[in-house]
């Protein structure tokens, strides 16, 4: 499931990520471990190790490799760290965070992505708590979180996924209008605090 033609190719993606200024060691580490193709059908396995988004089941999209480690590098994931994810999707990004050692929830509002998501993360031994539901609510029984990361775009951040933040904790987060591109924001949140910073466009689907 995993020929040494794709560990080629996920090297090269490496290369290409670090070229494009990904620096994040821990990061590029885990994208060279994570069989991207096994989140795609198969008839997409060819593109899976190129710098773009891809379609997957319920009219969504896997994120683009350079966006998985760009919103992965501004989370600054330890091992250890509680993270919150807010859509699913193919379980890609939550395999990221796991290989990196996060204890990771994960959110997916279209039912056939979660179940998809749920046995072929379990398949690869990843430990991740996933759920079916509306992730504007967060996932109040394990908050606080030392990280959340959104990958759907909001015009703002939902506000109980502020409040499940925990203090000194960073938060992830495509925001705009549903028509893209959307500004990556970080937020920190320091003695109750949020402070915020901008990192660039980027192209979304909406939360919805
Ligand atoms: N992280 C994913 C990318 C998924 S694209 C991956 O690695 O593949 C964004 C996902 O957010 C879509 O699957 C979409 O269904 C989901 N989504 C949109 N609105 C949501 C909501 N309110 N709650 C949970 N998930 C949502």
Known sequence: MDPPRYQGLRRKLVAHLRAQGITDERVLA???RVPRHLFLESGLWEHAYEDRALPIAGGQTI???????FQTQLLAVEPGCRVLEIGTGSGYQAA??????A????????RELYQRAKALLQGLGYL??????DGRLGWPTYAPYDRILLTAAAPEV?????QQLAEGGRLVAPVGPPQAPQEMILLIKKDGQLH??????F??????
């Open 103 to 110: 204890e990771v929830y994960s959110i997916e509002r279209v």
């Open 63 to 69: 994120s683009q490799p350079y966006t998985v480690a």
């Open 158 to 162: 939902p506000d109980p996924l502020l």
């Open 128 to 133: 991740v708590h996933l759920r079916w539901g």
């Open 96 to 101: 990221i965070l796991a290989e990196m050692g």
């Open 30 to 32: 885990a994208i060279e």
């Open 196 to 201: 915020k910073t901008y990192h660039g466009r």
């Open 203 to 208: 192209r979304f689907v909406p939360l919805q």
